[in-house]
């Protein structure tokens, strides 16, 4: 009878206790999911913090940028695919520190509206690889009345380097270049695409040159920025903390 007994108790027992394990197992479960949950709302605020404080310092740039430059008719949206507001600042700033006379603007669009506007006594000179995207900066400049643009259309073509690049002959009447703005063309899968504006138009620039490079938070566009800064000995490169990324290589 007592071995009866013992064995009935060790049965409750072990049933007892297979109940706490899955107990305690969906309990663990429970509460993994409930940290996975929290880490995830803590992620996500960050993100929206840093999108938030992104977006504020976009609107700062902006403000400043219709400030200084008085526009009279309206300009297309920023960001995205366009110059982002503090990159189109630091272009209002560089061409106005250097007293510029000729500008080459590599991908138009808002980015030649604001240098030609900034810099009136400058000769820009904006590439493009788009027949329809060229003739709508066309367009955008005819509205703000600019006459100091010449904007030429480049068709891609195989380049020496192995990349493909603008069609190298519109370049060849073009010297002493005081202001290069490079961001063009496209180079979302090619990380070096933008690399032949090196070997090109190196030579082509002016002692007091300064080359501004958009999407330097790319490693193609950081390592074409330093390129250029090493290539000449009297110049230092600068990386801001843009938006995009921004390189700007100017006289020491």
Not at 85 to 99: M, N, Y
Not at 135 to 161: E, W, Y
Request: proline content about 5%; some cysteine; aromatic content about 6%.
């Amino acid at each position: 009878m007592f071995n009866l007994t013992l064995l009935a108790l060790l049965l409750i027992a072990l049933v007892f206790l297979g109940y706490q394990i899955r107990l305690s197992r969906k309990l663990s479960a429970k509460l993994t999911q409930l940290i996975n949950s929290e880490k995830e709302v803590r992620k996500s605020v960050r993100a929206l913090k840093l999108s938030n404080r992104a977006d504020y310092r976009q609107s700062e740039s902006y403000a400043q940028l219709l400030n200084l430059l008085s526009f009279d008719a309206p300009i297309p949206p920023t960001r995205g695919w366009a110059a982002s507001p503090d990159v189109l600042l630091t272009l209002v700033h560089s061409a106005r520190s250097s007293g510029v006379r000729t500008i080459v603007d590599l991908g138009s669009g808002v980015s030649t509206l604001v240098l030609a506007k900034c810099a009136p006594q400058a000769r820009v000179i904006s590439i493009d690889n788009s027949p329809e995207y060229a003739a709508k900066t066309q367009l955008l400049l005819a509205s703000h009345a600019i006459t100091n643009v010449d904007l030429r259309v480049a068709p891609l073509a195989p380049h020496a380097s192995g990349n493909s690049w603008y069609e190298t002959s519109v370049f060849a009447d073009i010297t002493e270049i005081d202001l290069l703005f490079i961001d063009g063309p496209p180079a979302t899968e090619d990380g070096q695409a933008r690399h032949p504006a090196f070997t090109e138009l190196i030579k082509k620039l002016s002692a007091k040159a300064i080359v501004v490079l958009d999407d330097a938070g790319r490693d193609g566009e950081k390592e074409l920025a330093e390129k250029f800064a090493a290539a000449i000995p009297s110049h230092m490169v600068e990386f801001l903390d843009h938006e995009k990324g921004t390189a700007v290589i100017r006289p020491k």
